[in-house]
Every structure is written in structure tokens, then in C-alpha cells.
């Protein structure tokens, strides 16, 4: 061994052991502490003895061990044991760089979950963990105490164990938890106490919010007493239609308030989505239920009177129909449930009864079983508005009942106003019948003057600009003279000169009360009232905006006649102007026709010039009405669009009055359509065409003879104060609409 050691091979391969013997026990150091002995031996034990010694401590194989034993040369078994301790090295050191990559690799997520745990058990062993304080935890039992049915309850029990196992910070953490909100803010039990049905206390609570709407009123109560004597009834749909101001919305709170339930508006308008109806399939970012089950969520209760507001206004576009999907909302017969896509819980409606459909939630089944749902959800009363019943499709259309609410006629507005328009107008003004007062008369001069809407929101408009010139007055008052004990006169500026009953001015008084007292109604006790007159109603509104002699002074002219039309804001006044040039028989239409109403105009024309002679509009000689000229008729206001087939009629006469040089009598108003050969055809919206004519101050109104039927509908008052006159064919319309009879039935022409 002594030559051995001597030999320059061995001590390389000696040095080269060490070395790396050395490198493997400071590794192995870091991890055990046991490796400071190896050390100690590094330095002792003979380098051909210690090699044995680590050759041992490994894990080879047999046939390695074999080699081991079976190398007798020192130097042949030491290069054989620093080969094994060098692999040994770089397995031990390739481990550590694959643990700290998986290491480095560690997430914040990971991390932040392990604190979390660590937190959370470091809590637990102080006792000091709150419940309150875990959000989980807190909609954990938020969701027990909702009251959902057995089956939504275990669905939403799977998402809940989801969600433990999700961190925050996961991307489908909040959807889900949303989601479990949802279901636990959803009024699954929890329901409006109606009162005992009382029809009286009903019908006298609609009669004081609604003056008129007799029909609507009736349909109501009617309502009311099936649902009185048959709760699990079935009734038609109703949908409200009419121009705005006339008390659609407002029918429906008191519908609500008649029952003792809730009230939620849901509005439609603008709605292009499908989704609206449906709700989104939680697959989608920023997916959300329908506003059917969100009005339920933000109305806590699962029985209220739900509005479905302006449901004409609806689109289509790439995403959908809103109003295919009401198909299903709406069908009281053939759909029996409705199923909102974002609970995907089948969040159903079950039919029950009425203004538009009842409904109950709960689940539907994967197999042809159905849940029953009756003792889930109460009922949801739908009312459905809309100011035309045009744009809805027939299919949604048809499974509604339409109640037509087609305005108000003077009378009925006066009446309105002194019962609830002033009364609120001088509420929202901080004013009362102590400062400012209108009499009726200056009502009616209002109404006659400055609106001939169909409902009554310019007129409460109006009265409440009255009410704001009142209360500048009286701001005005309280600010020029402080509280004493004095009494100050007052003066209005828009009241200068105001004459009492007896003929004398009045000078108005203020006597203050105490300093900490700023009550209007107690500083002006004694103040005389501001009562609107003619004069305060020219310096606040302006001079009259209509009259009753826009007719008289239009129609001056041949060619000129007065026409009814129906628009969304109720029935309307038309006058269609006809006029002949030099031309070559062209017929000219001006004021943004539709195809519909450029269509009767030619039929119009061709009808005249078919009867030109039975009507001594041209000589035997003559044989072309229109040679030598053109025609040009004219709808004024072409800045608002005209369609509709009502207005035959009108066009012909004014035709015969162009071509005859006769005027058209100019309190006469006219609708209808004609055929080619002469026949009047009814047309719709009579009862508004015939309350705008009655708004406009004309006596004489012509209407299709198969439109008496409906004149049933009009009020008695409007029917007494105007001439129906009935026509079967346009000979029978131009006898009504000129003076003497059909034109040049007995004269030649000029």
C-alpha cells in the first residue's frame, strides 16, 4: 500500500475522490445534519477503505456491486467508487434544480391559499374565528334561510362546495358566487299578504285615482270578482293601449294597490336582446338573468303586480326577438312554464291568471316529470301598455286582450285637473290653495288653448309653470320682508292692479309669526291668494297656441279639406291641400308619404277622372281632366311622417273641390278609405279621429257606415256636441262635404 500511495496515479485519482466526496457531503449537509461526521471520516479513514465506504452507502445494483468486489487494484476500485459517488452528485443536483423549478413555479394564488390555511388554523386554535367575517360562510346561510325548494336547494348546495374550493382569485369565482346570490335574493317564500277582496273599496279606489275610463275600470272589477269567487281561474291577457297621459302606467298601481300587493315596472323599450326575456347562459362574461326574474329579485316578493311597460317598442337585431321570447311569457294556454337560461334551475312561471299571465317558480326535470311548483311561488300578475297595438307582432298580439284607452275629452281633462292634477302641482311647488288658485274657467281656457293632446301631461306641464311664476312671488315676499311682529303689505308683479269681487284693488298682507317658524302656510296666513286670470296665463304660457278658427281660415280655398288621422299620441287633425299647375297630366305628392297613402292618392285621381263627366267636372268635349296640367297635393307638416289607408276620402274631395272650384264646408271633418270603383271601407281609431275633431272645434264629422259600431265607444257628451254623418260610397261623402250637395250635380261648370 505504501508504493501504492506513492504512485502519482493514485494520489490524482485520490485528490479527485476527496474532492468530490467533499462537494457531495456539503450538499448533503444542507438537508441533514449527520453530514459533519462523513466529514470527520473524509479526513481519517484511508482514501481505498473510505471509498468502500461510500461505495456501501449507495443505492446500485448488483452487478455493480459485483464490479466493485471483483476490481482488486486499488486504483481501478478508487476511479470505480469516484465514478459512482460523481453520478450519485449530479442525480442529487439535478433533483434540486427540478425542486426549485416546481418551486419557482409556485403561484401567488397557491401561496396566498397556503397563508390563508395557515391564518385560518393559527384563528381556529386562539378561538378566535368569526363566521361573520367569512363571506362564504355568511351566504352559506343566507341561502339556507331563502326557503328554496328541495331540488334548487341541492343544485345550489353542488355550486356552494364549487365555490370553497375556488380561490378568489380564480377567473369563474365571482360568476359563481353572483350566481349563488341570485338564487339566495330570489323571493322564493316570501309573498305579499293580500287583503280580503272588497269589490266596493275597489272600484271607489280606482275612481278616485282614474276620473272617465269607464270600459277599463269595468274590465277590472270584473277581474276582481272571477278572482274573488275563482282564485285558480283562468283570464285573458290585457294590455293597455293608448297615447301617453292617459293612466296606463297608473292603472296598474292601482290594480296592485286594490290587492295589497307590490308594484314593479319593468320597462321594454329599446329592448333588442333576447336575453332581456330570457337571460344569459352563465357561459358568457358578464352573463345576467332576464329583468322577469331580476324585477322579482329587486321587488323581495314573489306575488307582485309586474308591468310590462311600452311592450310595442321592442326591436330585433342579430341577438334575437324579445318579442318571440314574450311569446312564451304570454301564452296562458299552450306554454305552461317559463324558463329563465341564467338560474338554468328552471326558474318557471306557472300560468294563473289575467292581465297578462300568473306565474309560479320552481324546476323543471330532466325526465318527463315536472315539479310541482304550487307551493314554491305565489302568483305574478302581468300588466302589458303599449301606445299602438300596430308594431306587435300578430302572434304576441293575439294572446292578449286589448283595452283601448284612446284619450280624454275636455270635460274629462277639467275634471282631471281640479281632482288631481292641481292638487299635485301645488305639492310639488311647495304651495296650497292659500297662495295660488285656479278657477275652473281658466282651466278649461288652458285646456282649450294650449294643449289638444290626447292624455294630460302637457296640461299638468302648463299648470305647473303657473305654479312656479306663483311661487317666485312668494319667495320673492318672504325674502323681501323678515320676520317681525309687523304686518307687511304685498304686491305681485304679476298681479299689479288685482281688482276684488266688490270692484276695489287689494292690498295683500303678511303677518309673521316667530322667528324659528319658516312655514309658508302660517307667514302668509292672512295674504290674499293669487288667482289665475287671463292676463297671468298670457305673461306665463304665452299668447293661445290653438283656436277653433284654424279650419275656417284654412279651408278658404277650392282643394282644401279636412281630414282625421291616428297617430301614436292619439287622433289628429289633417288638412290635405290640392293645387293644379301647367303640366302633362303628372300627378306630384309632397309631405313624407308612406307607399300606402301615395297608393290612394292614385286611386283617388283615377277615380275622379273615371266620374269627371257624372260629375260636370269636364264638358262631353273634353275628354282628359288632367290635359294641360298637373296635380299637386300636399300633407302639411312634412317633417312628420303619414301612412295609413284612412284617407281616401279626403283626397277625392279635395280633388272634386280643386276641379269644381267649390269649397269644402270647413267645419266638416272627414275618414276613410275608398276602392277603385267608389266603395267606403271602414278604417280604425274612430273614437280618437272623432275626439280630435271635437278638440278642434268642428260640428261635422263623416265616417264609413260600417264604422257606426264603434261610435258606441265615444262619449255622449262628444256625440251630442257633433254631426255623425255615415257614407256607403264617395257619392254619399261628397253630399255631405259641400254646401247644396254633391258639386255640379246640377250645375255646369265654370
Not at 315536472?370 to 300578475?381: A, H, L, P, R
Amino acid at each position: 500500500m505504501e508504493q501504492v500511495e506513492e504512485d502519482a496515479d493514485f494520489k490524482a485519482l485520490s485528490r479527485q475522490f476527496k474532492s468530490t466526496a467533499m462537494e457531495l457531503i456539503t450538499l448533503l449537509e444542507q438537508k441533514q445534519k449527520t453530514a459533519g461526521r462523513t466529514k470527520i471520516l473524509l479526513e481519517t479513514v484511508p482514501v481505498h477503505k473510505l471509498a468502500d465506504i461510500f461505495v456501501a452507502s449507495f443505492e446500485i445494483s448488483f452487478e455493480e456491486q459485483l464490479a466493485m468486489l471483483d476490481s482488486v487494484d486499488v486504483k481501478v476500485r478508487l476511479s470505480k467508487a469516484t465514478e459512482l459517488v460523481e453520478r450519485h452528485l449530479q442525480s442529487i443536483r439535478v433533483a434540486e434544480k427540478i425542486t426549485q423549478k416546481v418551486e419557482g413555479q409556485l403561484s401567488k394564488t397557491q401561496k396566498e391559499y397556503l397563508l390563508r390555511q395557515q391564518m385560518r388554523a393559527i384563528k381556529e386554535e386562539l378561538g378566535d374565528n368569526d363566521d361573520e367575517d367569512d363571506d362564504v360562510a355568511a351566504l352559506e346561510r343566507k341561502m339556507q334561510d331563502a326557503g328554496m325548494p328541495p331540488n334548487i336547494w341541492k343544485h345550489a348546495q353542488r355550486e356552494l362546495r364549487r365555490l370553497k374550493k375556488m380561490q378568489p382569485q380564480q377567473p369563474g369565482y365571482n360568476s359563481s358566487r353572483v350566481y349563488l346570490e341570485l338564487l339566495a335574493d330570489l323571493p322564493w317564500e316570501t309573498t305579499s299578504e293580500e287583503v280580503e277582496l272588497d269589490l266596493k273599496a275597489a272600484k271607489d279606489r280606482l275612481d278616485s285615482d282614474h276620473y272617465g275610463l269607464v270600459k277599463v275600470k269595468q274590465r277590472i272589477i270584473e277581474y276582481l270578482a272571477v278572482r274573488k269567487l275563482k282564485p285558480d281561474g283562468k283570464s285573458p291577457v290585457l294590455c293597455f293601449v293608448g297615447p301617453p297621459g292617459v293612466g296606463k302606467t297608473s292603472l296598474a298601481s292601482s290594480i296592485a294597490a286594490a290587492l295589497g300587493r307590490k308594484f314593479i315596472r319593468i320597462s321594454l323599450g329599446g329592448v333588442k336582446d333576447e336575453a332581456d326575456i330570457r337571460g344569459h347562459r352563465r357561459t358568457y362574461i358578464g352573463s345576467m338573468p332576464g329583468r322577469l326574474i331580476d324585477g322579482l329579485k329587486k321587488v323581495g316578493v314573489c306575488n307582485p303586480v309586474m308591468l310590462l311597460d311600452e311592450i310595442d317598442k321592442t326591436g330585433s337585431d342579430i341577438r334575437g326577438d324579445p318579442a318571440s321570447a314574450l311569446l312564451e311569457v304570454l301564452d296562458p294556454e299552450q306554454n305552461k312554464t317559463f324558463s329563465d337560461q341564467y338560474p338554468n334551475v328552471g326558474v318557471v312561471y306557472q300560468i294563473f291568471e289575467m292581465l297578462v299571465i300568473s306565474e309560479k317558480l320552481g324546476r323543471l326535470g330532466n325526465g318527463s316529470k315536472q315539479f310541482d311548483q304550487t307551493s314554491i311561488f305565489g302568483t305574478v300578475i302581468f300588466v302589458a301598455t303599449a301606445n299602438r297595438a300596430q308594431p306587435i307582432p300578430p302572434p304576441l298580439l293575439d294572446r292578449m286582450e286589448v283595452i283601448e284607452l284612446p284619450g280624454y275629452t275636455s270635460e274629462e281633462k277639467l275634471r282631471i285637473a281640479m281632482r288631481h292634477l292641481i292638487p299635485r302641482v301645488l305639492s310639488q311647488h311647495g304651495l296650497n290653495s292659500d297662495f295660488l288658485q285656479f278657477p275652473e274657467a281658466m282651466v278649461k281656457l288652458v285646456i282649450e288653448q294650449y294643449t289638444r293632446e290626447a292624455g294630460v301631461r302637457n296640461l299638468e306641464r302648463n299648470l305647473a309653470a303657473l305654479a312656479r311664476a306663483a311661487a317666485v312671488t312668494v319667495a320673492e315676499q318672504e325674502h323681501n320682508h323678515p320676520l317681525n311682529k309687523n304686518i307687511h303689505p304685498i304686491t305681485s308683479s304679476l298681479l299689479e292692479s288685482r281688482v276684488a269681487e266688490g270692484g276695489a284693488e287689494v292690498e295683500m298682507e303678511v303677518l309673521p309669526m316667530g322667528s324659528n317658524n319658516h312655514d309658508l302656510s302660517n307667514v302668509f296666513r292672512i295674504m290674499s291668494p293669487l288667482i289665475v286670470d287671463e292676463e297671468m296665463l298670457e305673461k306665463v304660457l304665452g299668447p293661445s297656441k290653438y283656436d277653433n278658427k284654424e279650419a275656417e281660415e284654412r279651408v278658404v280655398t277650392p282643394g282644401v279639406t279636412v281630414g282625421l288621422v291616428w297617430t301614436a299620441f292619439g287622433g289628429e287633425v289633417q288638412f290635405v291641400e290640392a293645387t293644379a299647375t301647367t303640366g302633362k297630366g303628372d300627378l306630384h305628392l309632397t309631405g313624407q308619404l308612406g307607399d300606402v297613402i301615395k297608393e290612394s292618392a292614385q286611386i283617388a285621381l283615377t277615380w275622379v277622372r273615371a266620374r269627371a263627366t257624372e260629375l260636370n267636372l269636364v264638358t262631353k268635349q273634353e275628354s282628359n281632366l288632367l290635359e294641360g296640367r298637373d296635380v299637386h297635393i300636399h300633407f302639411p307638416a312634412g317633417a312628420v311622417p303619414k301612412d295609413g289607408p284612412s284617407a281616401g276620402v279626403t283626397l277625392v274631395t279635395s280633388l272634386v273641390s280643386l276641379f269644381s272650384r267649390r269649397r269644402v264646408r270647413a267645419d266638416t271633418a272627414m275618414t276613410g278609405e275608398m276602392t277603385l270603383r267608389g266603395l267606403v271601407l271602414p278604417v280604425g281609431g274612430i273614437k280618437d279621429k272623432v275626439l280630435a275633431a271635437h278638440r278642434y272645434g268642428l260640428k261635422r264629422v263623416i265616417l264609413p257606415e260600417r264604422n257606426m259600431k264603434d261610435l258606441v265607444e265615444v262619449p255622449s257628451a262628444v256625440l251630442g256636441s257633433l254631426e255623425i254623418l255615415f257614407a256607403k260610397r264617395m257619392e254619399d261623402v261628397l253630399e255631405h262635404a259641400f254646401e247644396g250637395g254633391c258639386p255640379l250635380k246640377h250645375h255646369s261648370r265654370l
